[in-house]
């Protein structure tokens, strides 16, 4: 193949022959010209497999501009992309979409389960049914808290949750009543108040430590109610009469409860009924949507030199992000549907393609993390501009549209004369493979996995067998390409140090995105084979298994292969040893040292500062001179607020107290005016209460922040309302009579102030044991969190990510990155602080929100890049004989980088901890990183001259290591920085005294 062109800088024609046409005595030609030529005439023709069909069919592509042909494939991707709906419509458009939305369904849903069951209140009929307890409000809080606005899998789940809840509190209410009436018939009054109120406090306290454990909005919900029906029929109904057990109105409790319970769910299951399944296929579908779109973005700007940071680009990776988390919570809830209808093996498939989403998306993170490091590497901000373009003049001769064939590769021998002319010589060889490539992943995503019916694509057996001619396919010109490369006389003659290093930059990022490109072609082929078994299991109608029933034969869930959840004091404990020989010889000490410890632990002094704050409120409902006040005050109002508010951080109890306090007073002034304007009413004010809640529940559902501040509103309201109503409704000897309040003709002023106050003293006397009893600190944790995470994750990188052992057969295995549920536990938990932090009181000013910010954005990333290279161990563990030659070769160097990576997490460590300023000069890692990359290309050119057979497969994984190795250290100068903005850095005036 001969290629020409004519260059008006130069003013002749110059042609560039293969080496074995050329006329003797001429030089190879170098890719570097002076043109200024169209791009769009740069064009060569590649074979595309069309997934739908598994045709293969020719078209022709521009290295860096789009050509017909590409636009003609994009636009047929867009028509079999899921329709979205049209933003431009009119006023009447958009109305409909609005009220036929899940958001307007959903807020509806609530409103109406509110409206019944408020009526079951005003309504004098159902009102007898739920027996004679003046809390009778309580089947609405039920409803709030337990919304029908959820999937249905929620719903099951939270009533499981409710049903444990409701027996631990109504077995510790009877045990403990029947003690106090046992010790009050035998003239012993005091010993059963005692107990009544040391184990109610005690149980609080359980309740809360159990809820900050699971750590679940539904749990959270169910340990509320807990908490409620405790406080109600142990302390307000038990300080009353010690004598009897009050079963009717423990039963009349029960039956509110229970008909709370039946409201929500129903409402739930009958009216719009939403589906986990539904949704978490929905979700599947979006997550496979946005990653076709992002593959295209990040193969474009690795083939051209676009910026992978672009506004367009973080907008999906936030969108795949979302979408992953939404799959996670969804798959969640729809096992409760699937194993209720006994569809056991299709959650486990589901699941399965949930994680397959995961591994994909790490891939594809991988493959972001090439095109950043191409970007720095080739310093695209001034090679852009430049006028030698390499490549793109050298074929720029094709101004009579001609193409060339992604085969000829036997006929091309252009010759690159430096590292940024090998990334176009690459971009050359194989930039419209990697297109026609990831045009046919891209069509497969965009088909799969569900259709419109939310039925599996029937089209999937297809496109695994056009997935596998499209992946052979490429991976013949891949190796091809590298062949090319390698080929060239950069890689073969000896060079300086510098320029080595550069040729083995440029060679990583090639090679890791090409075959990092395959590895998701690989992962998809997995994500298919998922979903053709998921397909056989669900046409088949037989399957249904209902093994989780059989307990008896599942593993116990506290072996060791279920880590237990790490928490930052944990891994404090586990860092702060002891010395085992010199405890042994104080086994006494020790053992009382080990009992003084447990009480240091952030959850067991959480659950300690409830139980006595409880006891604290509780005991003025028992002592004779101030049981009346407590009586008369709605003090059980003040102490659920407590039990409700109460958090293990200082900044999280302050996080709700002023949404809480403006709720508290909007809903009781609101219940006064409805009220005052509308008794005796039953319907009028039921209607207004249901339009009322119309705006709370649209809170509570939307709002991302602070959604907790609809239901305080609620809450409140209802509870000033209908408690009202329930005093001035009552049968005669049935209800207390509660005279401060009005009694049978009841004074709303006087209820809707009490309701106030009662929440408000329950708020500040939460501020003030957080803040006086065990205090703990949000931003300490902060710091210590960090110190933690950063030496647990220098300790992880400092053992090896490419670490190897021997396996049974004998086999040399990667181990694998280690301990990354404990690090990303941390993480989750530190996330959470950074947003009570700033709710503390700081005397010095106001905490540096952003700084701590950016810190965990650091971290995270570096997380990412944890994830990314364990992604690629996890596809294939075993190591080849010719991968464990160069491993063990480049140990040495190897070990010399992690060394240094870990002296940097350390320091980084120390100055969090201990608050000091950081050194000048941290240890560098650019030099080691250097002589890595030199000693790969001794090894590449020892094993050409020694015939030792080493492919460009054997260096993916070192692609890779160096890859995510450059990432960290670029984010940990980041870090270094962001900590020096804290603490400064050592100088002279450091010590000065």
């Known amino acids: 193949m001969s290629i020409g062109y004519s260059d008006p800088t130069f003013g002749e024609s110059a042609a560039f022959l293969p080496m074995d046409r050329a006329v003797a005595g001429q030089t190879r030609p170098s890719l570097r010209h002076n043109s200024s030529l169209s791009r769009g005439n740069i064009h060569r023709r590649s074979s595309i497999i069309m997934a739908d069909t598994g045709q293969k069919i020719q078209r022709s592509y521009s290295f860096w501009d789009q050509t017909q042909d590409e636009i003609e494939l994009e636009n047929q991707i867009g028509s079999n992309r899921r329709k979205v709906e049209d933003s431009n419509q009119g006023f009447q458009g958009r109305f409909k979409s609005m009220v036929s939305s899940d958001t307007c369904k959903g807020v509806l849903k609530g409103a109406l389960a509110y409206f019944v069951a408020s009526w079951a209140v005003y309504s004098s009929t159902l009102s007898s049914i739920l027996g004679n307890a003046d809390s009778k409000h309580l089947i609405c809080t039920i409803v709030v808290y337990f919304h029908p606005t959820r999937t249905k899998g929620s719903m099951i789940q939270s009533l499981i949750f409710v049903i444990l809840a409701l027996s631990f509190a109504f077995s510790i209410s009877v045990i403990l009543m029947s003690i106090s009436a046992k010790s009050y018939n035998m003239e012993s009054p005091e010993l059963g108040y005692g107990i009544d109120l040391v184990f109610s406090c005690a149980a609080l306290g359980l309740i809360s430590l159990t809820k900050q454990w699971v750590s679940k909005p539904t749990f959270n919900t169910a340990c509320s109610l807990s908490a409620i029906v405790i406080i109600s029929c142990v302390i307000k109904e038990g300080s009353q009469d010690g004598s009897v057990v009050p079963w009717a109105k423990i039963g009349s409790i029960f039956r509110i409860v229970l008909a709370g319970c039946i409201v929500s769910a129903l409402t739930c299951y009958l009216l719009w009924p939403t589906s986990a399944e539904m949704k978490l296929k929905q979700h599947l579908n979006e997550n496979a949507d946005a990653q076709s779109h992002l593959l295209k973005l990040v193969s474009r700007s690795f083939l051209g030199y676009d910026h992978i940071e672009s506004s367009e680009t973080n907008v999906l990776v936030e969108k795949v992000k979302s979408s992953l988390k939404n799959l996670k919570r969804y798959l969640e809830e ?100 990697i297109k026609s490539f990831s045009y046919t992943v891209r069509q497969i995503l965009s088909g799969v996995p569900f259709n419109s019916e939310n039925q599996i694509e029937p089209a999937v057996e297809q496109y695994s067998k056009s997935l596998a001619l499209a992946k052979d396919l490429y991976s013949d010109n891949q190796l091809k390409a590298l062949k090319k490369l390698y080929d060239q006389d950069l890689f073969k003659t000896e060079t300086d140090f510098d320029s080595k290093v550069d040729q083995e930059e440029v060679a990583a990022s090639c090679g890791n995105f090409s075959f990092l490109l395959l590895e998701f072609a690989s992962e998809l082929f997995e994500y298919l084979r998922i979903l053709k078994e998921l397909n056989a299991v669900s046409t088949y109608k037989d399957t249904k298994t209902f093994e989780f029933l059989k307990f008896w034969k599942r593993s116990s869930p506290l072996s060791s292969s279920a880590p237990r959840k790490s928490t930052i004091n944990d891994m404090i404990s586990r860092i702060q040893g002891t010395n085992e020989d010199y405890s042994a010889k104080m086994s006494l000490n020790y053992r009382i040292w080990r009992i003084v410890k447990i009480l240091r632990s952030v959850d067991v002094q959480f659950g300690l500062r409830v139980g006595i704050g409880s006891l604290f409120i509780a005991i003025f409902a028992y002592i004779d001179k101030t049981k009346d006040f407590f009586d008369d005050w709605r003090g059980e109002w003040a102490l659920v607020t407590f039990c409700i508010i109460m958090n293990k951080s200082v900044g999280g109890t302050t996080m709700t107290i002023k949404w809480r306090f403006l709720g508290t007073f909007l809903g009781a002034f609101t219940a006064y005016c409805v009220w005052v304007l509308l008794y005796p009413n039953a319907l009028l004010m039921a209607i207004v209460g249901f339009l009322f809640s119309i705006g709370c529940f649209h809170i509570i559902i939307n709002w991302e922040a602070n959604n907790a501040f609809g239901r305080f509103i609620l809450l409140t309201y209802n509870l000033t309302v209908l408690y009202s109503w329930t005093m001035a409704n009552k049968v005669i000897d ?130 990412d890049a944890f994830e990314n290279l364990n992604s690629i161990i996890e596809i294939n563990k075993r190591l080849t004989p010719n991968e464990h030659s160069v491993l063990q070769n480049l140990a040495g160097e190897m070990s010399e980088l992690e060394n240094r990576v870990f002296l940097i997490f350390y320091m980084l460590a120390s100055a969090m901890k201990l608050g000091f300023p950081l050194a000048n000069k941290p240890a560098s890692t650019e030099h080691s990183k250097e002589r890595m990359l030199a000693k790969m290309s001794e090894i590449r050119k020892r094993s050409t001259s020694e015939k030792q057979v080493l492919s460009d497969e054997d260096f993916v994984l070192l692609y890779t290591y160096n890859l995510v190795t450059n990432s960290i250290t670029n984010e940990l100068d980041v870090l270094l920085g962001l900590v020096a903005d804290l603490y400064g850095r050592v100088s002279e005036e450091t010590l000065e005294l």
């Open 334 to 433: 729809a096992k409760f549907e699937l194993y209720l209808k006994g569809k056991e093996k299709e959650y486990h498939l589901l699941k399965d393609l949930v994680e397959s989403c995961g591994k994909l998306w790490m891939t594809m993170a991988g493959m972001r993390m090439s095109v950043e490091f191409k970007y720095e590497l080739l310093d695209i901000g001034n090679h852009v501009h430049t006028e030698t373009t390499s490549l793109r003049s050298y074929y720029s001769e094709q101004v009579d549209g001609s193409t060339s064939n992604e085969s000829d590769f036997d006929d091309d021998e252009a010759v690159a004369i430096n590292s940024k002319e090998l990334f176009d010589l690459f971009v050359y060889y194989l930039g419209p493979s």
């Open 734 to 863: 049935k209800v207390p009579d509660y005279d401060d309040e009005g009694g049978d003709n009841p004074i709303i002023f006087e209820i809707a102030i009490h309701r106030f106050l009662g929440v408000s003293f329950g708020v500040i006397w939460a501020l003030i044991v957080t803040m006086s009893l065990f205090p703990n600190s949000a931003r300490s944790r902060i710091r210590r969190g960090l110190s933690i995470l950063w030496l647990r994750m220098g300790i992880i990188w400092h053992s090896g990510p490419l670490a190897f052992e021997v396996d049974e057969h004998n086999e040399y295995k990667l181990i694998g990155i280690r301990d990354r549920k404990t690090i990303h536990m941390i993480m989750s938990e530190l996330e959470t602080l950074v947003k009570q932090a700033p709710m503390e009181i700081r005397l010095k000013g106001p905490f540096p929100i952003g700084i701590y910010e950016k810190l965990l954005i650091s971290t995270s990333r570096i997380i």
